[in-house]
């Protein structure tokens, strides 16, 4: 059978560039940081700046990640983990102090490079038309007028809809945006992306809204935070929209139910809360110990010659890894973190990467007060680690996999609902733009969905639904999507998804409305 090339698509919202991503990797613990990496054949990764001495720091079991360098676009903080503060004029950071401590699980050193982690507090950031019924509004005053932005609602009505633009006169600087009735509104600039983010409250479907961009003296104050915190087997990142946790970023192994150290990883978002503190995700279940929350793995494949299953641990061929964190940030309108992944063929000896993988997750602060959902995107870029490419064979999951609570495991408790409007028992194998998945958890309801982005390879990518065990993911590589294809050196593979957590039952007309939003957002033009 012909395998199919990966093309590379242009997806609208991720620049690595900006961030000066060549292959992520972790930081060292004095919060140094490194431009130029060059990847060895063992895996591990050698600083090629002048501006420092190499060093090594553990980025797995078994794996190890070379980091060195002095800090660049930012300044140490105090504290024992030396976080680097890049944006520094956006506004303070705030972080835990506390040493980085490794889990119960198989890393020879330092857990997975938590240490070093980098703070950036992202301009200032963002809203639209203003209303009655929960606008983000925010008022401070004064400012420097930048210029006129234009938002065109297109085919959809817009109900609190995210809103992105490149807009590169925003670097370094706190923004907002001023409507027609003189309501100030955040407007936030990301050095990660090179785009500034607001929230399009309210905006009839065909209709335009003008509103004046101000540079203002102080940053707004932050809407969603990033913070590095002491956990049970070490320091491990929180992501809070106020005084809620949306989900908690796996800096160190937390092997909490005793799994085989071939399941026992980092890197991964578990647990997965909803707005009013339900936990819809699950971790090292007993039935599929390598199933990690919300992760990224691929499961049959074929690299150099031979099978590697990066998914399943038992199957002791293939592995995925934290190699590092590039950083966190907090802001009015978003917060999130960039990190880096590794897929390791653990056949040989030493370890052989094949893949290096970067996240990016952004959350968002779509309403003020409390919050109806939580939502955040997972931008995803997988590279060649060599000159040798990664073959994904035909499969019927893969990708990226999302765990249910352990709750679901009695089926009668979890439910299933697609774009398409299959459930459990129809959904399997067939493709979907977004799929939900809730139940009842600690007798109230809740649950979470995942939207597939059109410009992904093969929109609408193929599902897997176990038909008792409470996982599922989305793939490229099922007979429906068109199976067989293959990851080559320089040509990404880039996924972009959107996780929206919600409390209650899925609710189509909703998640229909939140999907045309990320297919199809409203378009943006910077007036003179």
Not at 130 to 138: C, F, I, K, N, Q
Not at 256 to 263: H, I, L, V
Request: aromatic share 10%; glycine share 14%.
């Amino acid at each position: 059978m012909m395998a199919w090339k990966y093309r590379y698509v242009e997806l609208p919202v991720v620049l690595l560039g900006a961030l000066g991503i060549a292959h992520c990797s972790s930081e060292p613990a004095t919060g140094a940081a490194c431009a130029n990496w060059m990847q060895n054949p063992d895996g591990s990764r050698t600083c090629l700046d002048d501006t420092g001495t190499p060093t090594t720091a553990n980025s797995g079991p078994g794996s190890t990640v070379t980091t060195g360098g002095t800090p660049t676009g930012g300044t140490v903080t105090s504290g024992t983990t030396g976080i680097v503060v890049l944006d520094t004029s956006a506004g303070p950071v705030t972080t835990s102090a506390g040493p980085v401590t490794t889990s119960a699980g198989p890393s020879t050193t330092g857990g997975n490079g938590g240490a070093g982690a980098v703070t950036t507090t992202e301009g200032v950031g963002g809203a639209s038309t203003v209303t009655t019924d929960g606008a983000v509004t925010t008022t401070t005053g004064g400012g420097t007028t930048l210029g006129t932005l234009r938002v065109s609602a297109g085919a959809y009505s817009r109900d609190h809809s995210i809103v992105s633009f490149a807009y590169p006169d925003g670097a370094g600087k706190a923004l907002s945006l001023v409507d027609s009735q003189g309501v100030e509104i955040p407007l936030q600039y990301s050095s990660t992306t090179g785009k500034a983010t607001f929230i399009l409250t309210s905006l009839a479907a065909g209709a335009t809204a003008d509103y004046t961009i101000k540079q203002l003296d102080q940053a707004m104050p932050a809407g969603v935070t990033v913070t590095e915190e002491a956990d049970t087997t070490g320091n491990q990142l929180f992501v809070r929209m106020g005084d809620k946790k949306v989900f908690r970023w796996t800096l160190v192994e937390d092997n909490f139910r005793g799994a085989q150290s071939r399941d026992v990883r980092a890197g991964y978002i578990y647990p997965i809360y909803t707005p009013s503190g339900l936990n819809v995700g699950d971790d090292y279940q007993a039935d599929h110990p390598h199933m990690h929350g919300i992760w990224s793995a691929w499961t049959l494949t074929t690299f150099n010659g031979h099978k590697v299953d990066f998914w399943n641990g038992y199957d002791n061929s293939g592995r995925v890894d934290l190699a590092g964190m590039k950083g966190i940030w907090n802001g009015p309108v978003t917060g999130g973190l960039v990190a880096s992944l590794v897929h390791s063929d653990i056949t040989t000896n030493p370890r052989t990467a094949a893949l290096n993988e970067d996240w990016i997750v952004t959350v968002y602060k779509t309403h003020d007060g409390a919050a109806p959902y939580f939502v955040y995107d997972i931008d995803s870029t997988q590279t060649t680690a060599s000159s040798s490419p990664l073959i994904l064979e035909q499969y019927h999951y893969g990708g990226f996999g999302y765990r249910g609570s352990e709750q679901w495991l009695d089926v009668s408790k979890v439910n299933y609902l697609s774009s398409e409007g299959h459930t459990r028992t129809t959904g399997d194998g067939q493709r979907a733009k977004w799929l939900a998945q809730y139940g009842t958890v600690d007798g109230q309801q809740g649950g979470y969905a995942a939207f597939d982005h059109p410009t992904n390879f093969r929109h609408p990518q193929g599902l897997r639904i176990h038909p008792t065990y409470p996982y599922w993911s989305f793939t490229a590589a099922t007979q429906s999507a068109g199976g067989r294809f293959e990851i080559t050196e320089g040509t990404p593979y880039k996924s972009l998804y959107r996780v929206v957590a919600f409390d209650g039952d899925a609710d189509a007309a909703l998640l229909n409305q939140l999907f045309n939003d990320f297919g199809e957002p409203p378009t943006v033009e910077i007036l003179p």
